[in-house]
């Protein structure tokens, strides 16, 4: 069983330009969760989404980023005109049922590491 | 609102000795606590965590930890470091009821290395 896919690995983008970050969860999995690690930081919450909901995004900033996790085909994270402050490794977790259920575990994948010049 | 410190940013051990790694944390409500491993080029995999059961939790590839409330700890542990265990280790903690509590908050990560 493959784990959680991301893609692309790396990912550079001149400011203003749009990232889109990809996340291909576990098989029988159909919760998604992104995190940011900045740097020098930990990873923090971005969002949580199930099959075309979004559950929670207090985490995502209000303006230039969004999330999506359509009924068919990976989760995408959306950033629009980029800065270089959101230069980042951007981690995407999957579960396989809702994470508000004590002891359950999110299986995270490799993360995408984005440079904005 | 939760929080967590890992002390030291950079570990180093002899192949043998034992691993310390050290998390504290913040939470204003029973936490549920989580150590996490990095290795190169791979996803965050879980080595343990508690859930407001036992104190002393054993994990996978020898690893252990110690929920101390009084102190507000949960250090990493394993009696012998093997090669194999050099890698970036993340302590997380979420509240252990209500809402949310699938909102990891995570420290800024321990890079463990060992030495032969």
């Known amino acids: 069983n493959a784990g959680v896919m991301q893609n692309p690995r790396h990912l550079v983008r001149r400011r203003g330009q749009e990232a889109r970050l990809r996340c291909s969860p576990m098989k029988g999995h159909s919760h998604v969760y992104w995190y940011r690690q900045l740097p020098e930081e930990g990873l923090k919450f971005m969002v949580y989404?199930?099959?075309?909901?979004?559950?929670?995004e207090s985490g995502m900033p209000k303006e230039r980023f969004s999330a999506e996790f359509p009924k068919e085909g990976p989760s995408i994270l959306r950033i629009q005109q980029v800065v270089r402050g959101d230069s980042a490794a951007y981690f995407c977790?999957?579960?396989?049922?809702?994470?508000?259920?004590?002891?359950?575990?999110?299986?995270f994948g490799p993360g995408t590491r984005l440079t904005v010049l | 609102a939760q929080s967590v410190t890992q002390l030291g940013s950079h570990v180093s051990v002899s192949e043998g000795a034992l691993v310390l790694l050290r998390c504290n944390y913040s939470s204003s409500v029973p936490p549920y606590l989580f150590w996490y491993v990095q290795y190169p080029n791979q996803g965050l995999q879980l080595l343990l965590k508690?859930?407001?059961?036992?104190?002393l939790v054993k994990g996978i590839n020898g690893f252990e930890a110690e929920f101390k409330k009084s102190e507000t700890s949960f250090h990493l542990t394993k009696p012998s470091a093997h090669m194999s265990d050099a890698a970036e280790y993340f302590c997380a903690v979420t509240r252990g009821s209500g809402g949310s509590n699938y909102k990891l908050t995570f420290g800024k990560g321990t890079l463990l290395t060992v030495n032969p």
């Open positions: 989404l199930q099959k075309e909901n979004i559950i929670d």
């Open positions: 977790a999957s579960s396989p049922v809702g994470a508000q259920r004590p002891h359950n575990e999110q299986f």
């Open positions: 508690y859930t407001s059961a036992a104190t």
